[in-house]
Structures are given as structure tokens and as C-alpha cells.
């Protein structure tokens, strides 16, 4: 269309330069000759109506718009004048709603910031829903609709209203994590079959393992000295703990409890066949297993707690922890 607008432009243009040397007398021929010629061709067409291409519409409008409606009435067209001032309206509609029209349809996108301060908010502050972002966005000076923190969330994958209510485990382990130790008992077999049950500490917050020792006897009294060992232990590296998670095996005496009661610490019990309660040092012994037991002949208890030093130097200093 705009190409042919452009080409009935042009054309009408030369057009009028051929109409400069012409006298009045001429032209005035000429216009009659070119009525004359529309009462022939509205003769020829009977009923039927002429079709105007929109560039042919356009021209015409263009060139007939400015002047008055009792000279276009007088005017010899293939339309009325009422369609000539029609057309001219279209054309101006069109044009405003092409140069009006935005650049993405629906509302404007949200700034990035914004976006960012409410998945911060979300990401710091896991129980809150969407009401309550929108409540703290008010009081920072953040004017979005409630509807827009729905959104910035739902596109995000995460749960605009939540159910959040109580704490699950998962969230207590990551919330707690800089004061939670998690213990446990794995047990090996040794090349002359006997079986030695190895005791380890794991801090969650840094994955810094401690080997407490291995026996082929479990007893309450060794269970109890290697809680002892520990907590000075934690007390000369000036770390800090608030929970130990440990399972319920019966090698683990009630003076255990107590030991670490005494040191500030609160024992947190794992359900009844619930290791993923106890997941991190679960996931410890697998690769305590995997990495070194599996892949080594172990001769006796001696041999054993060297290969646990050299494992435990190893994971602490030099292993990468995916999981921190």
C-alpha cells in the first residue's frame, strides 16, 4: 500500500508540473472532458460499485478533505462526498493508532529491581506469601499492586500463597545450619572378618568432618569418653553448636545426652527409619564407603583409623562439598 501511495504521489505530481504552461481554456476542457467520462463509466457500471484500493482511498482522500462539503457535493465523483470525508477519518484513526500503539502489548514490565527486591524478600523470608511482600514493599515506598508480587512469584516457579504454617525438616536443617552437628555409627569388616563400628561428627554448616574412632566394642563407656573427646575438641577449635542429630541405636547411652547437655547442646532424635531426617551424615557414609572403604583392603583396627585419618585430612582440606 505504501509503495502504490507512493507511486500515485509521484505520478499526480508530474501531473500538475504538466498542468503549469496549460491556459485556463485548456484545463477547463480537460475537466469536462474527464466529467464526461465519469458519467460514461458510472453508465457502463449500472449498479455496480467501483472498488478503491486503500492507496487510491488514501490519495483521494488526502487531495479532497480541505475542501468544503458544498464543493465536494458539486464535485463529479465515483463516490459521494460523505465517503471522501469517511475515508479521511480512517485514514487519521489509523495513523494514530499505529504511532499510539505500545511497543509489547498488556502493562508495562516491572523493573528489574523491583523484581529482585521480591525475590530477595521471598528468598530471606521463606513463610511469607504474597500479601505480606506486597505489605513490606508498601512501607519501603514501593508502590506495585498486590497482583504484581503474584506474578514476579508465579514466573519465579515459586508459591505465591503457600502453605507455611509449620516448619518441615528441610527448613529447620538450612535455617540451623551454622549451629547443628549430626553423628552416627557405620560399621566395617575387616580382612580377617571381624567387624569394627566407626563413630563420626559432621558439621552441617561447613561439612568438616571428625573421626571420633572405631571399635570392634561399642560400649557405653567408649561411646561416652568419645562424646567427651568431642566437646573439647569443639571447645579448643571455639565452635559453637546448638543441636546434635543422631539416630536412635542403642549404643548410644542416656550419659551421651547428658555430656552434651552439659555442653549446651540439645539432642535432636531422627524418626524410626527416617535417615533422610539425618540426610548429611548419611550422605557422608556413602562416600566414606564409596570412596575409601570400598576401594581398600582394611588389615586391622590400627590400619583402619590410618586410612580414616588420611580420608578425614582429605575431605576437610581438599574435597569440593557440592552441597554447601
Known amino acids: 500500500m505504501l509503495l502504490r501511495l507512493a507511486y500515485l504521489g509521484v505520478t499526480n505530481a508530474f501531473a500538475l508540473l504538466r498542468l503549469l504552461p496549460m491556459s485556463d481554456q485548456a484545463k477547463d476542457a480537460e475537466i469536462l472532458a474527464l466529467r464526461h467520462q465519469v458519467m460514461v463509466l458510472e453508465r457502463h457500471l449500472g449498479t455496480q ?47 494514530h493508532a499505529a504511532t499510539s500503539r505500545p511497543k509489547r502489548p498488556g502493562r508495562p514490565r ?54 507455611r504454617t509449620s516448619t518441615t525438616w528441610p527448613d529447620f536443617l538450612r535455617s540451623q545450619a551454622d549451629a547443628l552437628l549430626a553423628c552416627d555409627f557405620f560399621e566395617t569388616v575387616t580382612l580377617t572378618g571381624a567387624r ?14 571428625r573421626i571420633l574412632g572405631a571399635t570392634a566394642h561399642p560400649t557405653g563407656s567408649w561411646v561416652t569418653q568419645a562424646a567427651r573427646n568431642m566437646v573439647m575438641d569443639l571447645e579448643d577449635a571455639g565452635y559453637t553448636a546448638r543441636f546434635m542429630i543422631r539416630d536412635r ?5 542416656a550419659l551421651f545426652d ?10 535432636v532424635l531422627s524418626g524410626v527409619r527416617t535417615p533422610r531426617m539425618n540426610s548429611i ?26 586410612a580414616l585419618q588420611e580420608f578425614e585430612t582429605h575431605y576437610n582440606a581438599h574435597r569440593p562439598h557440592q552441597g554447601i
Open 49 to 95: 460499485k467501483v472498488r478503491f484500493d486503500p492507496s487510491d482511498r488514501a490519495f483521494l482522500a488526502a487531495l479532497l478533505h480541505r475542501l468544503p462539503t458544498h464543493i465536494l457535493r458539486g464535485l463529479r465523483l465515483l463516490v459521494r462526498p460523505d465517503t471522501v470525508l469517511r475515508w479521511h477519518r480512517d485514514l487519521i484513526a489509523r495513523h
Open 110 to 163: 516491572t523493573i528489574r529491581s523491583i523484581r529482585g527486591l521480591v525475590l530477595r524478600l521471598v528468598r530471606e523470608n521463606p513463610s511469607w506469601g504474597y500479601r505480606r511482600i506486597h505489605g513490606e514493599l508498601l512501607v519501603l515506598g514501593v508502590q506495585v499492586a498486590a497482583s504484581t508480587g503474584w506474578e514476579i512469584l508465579q514466573d519465579a516457579g515459586i508459591d505465591p500463597a503457600p502453605d
Open 196 to 209: 569394627m563400628y566407626v563413630f563420626a561428627v559432621i558439621e552441617h554448616a561447613s561439612r568438616r568432618i
Open 249 to 253: 541405636d542403642g549404643k548410644f547411652p
Open 258 to 267: 547428658q555430656i552434651l547437655a552439659d555442653a549446651g547442646m540439645t539432642v
Open 281 to 306: 551424615m548419611e550422605r557422608w557414609v556413602q562416600t566414606c564407603r564409596r570412596e575409601l572403604l570400598d576401594r581398600t583392603l582394611i588389615w586391622n583396627q590400627a590400619h583402619l583409623l590410618h
